[in-house]
Antibody
Framework: QVQLVQSGGEVKKPGASVKVSCKASGYTFTSFGITWVRQAPGQGLEWMGW????????HYAQKFQGRVAMTTDISTTTAYMELRSLRSDDTAVYFC???????????WGQGTLVTVSS | EIVLTQSPGTLSLSPGERASLSCRAS???????LAWYQQRAGQAPRLLMYGPSSRPSGIPDRFSGSASGADFTLTISRLEPEDFAVYYCHQFGSSPPTFGQGTKVEIK
């Protein structure tokens, strides 16, 4: 069965970086993209960007351009999302989901809480 | 970008009642590029409906979807206790993909 298992919660100080992982299993990793979505406390879903499973081609929401990097490791079928220069308003649960920017998101990771606090 | 406006923000209903959730797009779009997700408290979103009236396997047939122009509707024919959750629509036909702000279905 398809599974996306994310890394554990993180606490970071403002200005730091965080890297969240998303380990995929149960399907051919290179056949699907991975999308990252975040959800601030009590808020809705915010699309951050996506990366193709078969190469390094990533597409980011304008809001995060220059501050986010999405990568994949095909050998371990793991996707990563790194967010730099963290601010308090980056405190959120970060989800990975299977699907590209042109597709529905049919499987989701369990989410990773990133807390930014001094 | 396409803005999706969901209404109402909150729907207060009793188990067994019918729920009708709306998602309106700011510009014309294909229904084949719209999906609905259910998010229960403390959980990740789950794909509920797509295309706009197709259900993934395992989704009960009390859930249905429809489209009329730029208006999309998710209907729950008879609410079960596990249906009380937040529902989001999502368009992926135009870049960037966007989500509606969500409709919370709560127990009255």
């Amino acid at each position: 069965q398809v599974q996306l298992v994310q890394s554990g919660g993180e606490v970071k100080k403002p200005g730091a970086s965080v890297k969240v992982s998303c380990k995929a299993s149960g399907y051919t990793f290179t056949s699907f993209g991975i999308t990252w979505v975040r959800q601030a406390p009590g808020q809705g879903l915010e699309w951050m960007g996506w990366i193709a499973g078969y190469n390094t081609n990533a597409h980011y929401a304008q809001k995060f351009q220059g501050r986010v990097a999405m990568t994949t490791d095909i050998s371990t079928t793991t996707a990563y999302m790194e967010l730099r220069s963290l601010r308090s308003d980056d405190t959120a649960v970060y989800f990975c989901a299977r699907g590209s920017g042109y597709e529905l998101l049919d499987y989701w990771g369990q989410g990773t809480l990133v807390t930014v606090s001094s | 970008e396409i803005v999706l406006t969901q209404s109402p923000g909150t729907l207060s209903l009793s188990p067994g009642e019918r729920a009708s959730l709306s998602c309106r797009a700011s510009q014309s779009m294909s229904g084949s590029s719209l999906a609905w997700y259910q998010q229960r408290a403390g959980q990740a979103p789950r794909l509920l409906m797509y295309g706009p009236s197709s259900r993934p396997s395992g989704i009960p047939d009390r859930f249905s979807g429809s489209a009329s122009g730029a208006d999309f509707t998710l209907t729950i024919s008879r609410l079960e206790p596990e249906d009380f959750a937040v529902y989001y629509c999502h368009q992926f036909g135009s870049s960037p993909p966007t989500f509606g702000q969500g409709t919370k279905v709560e127990i009255k």
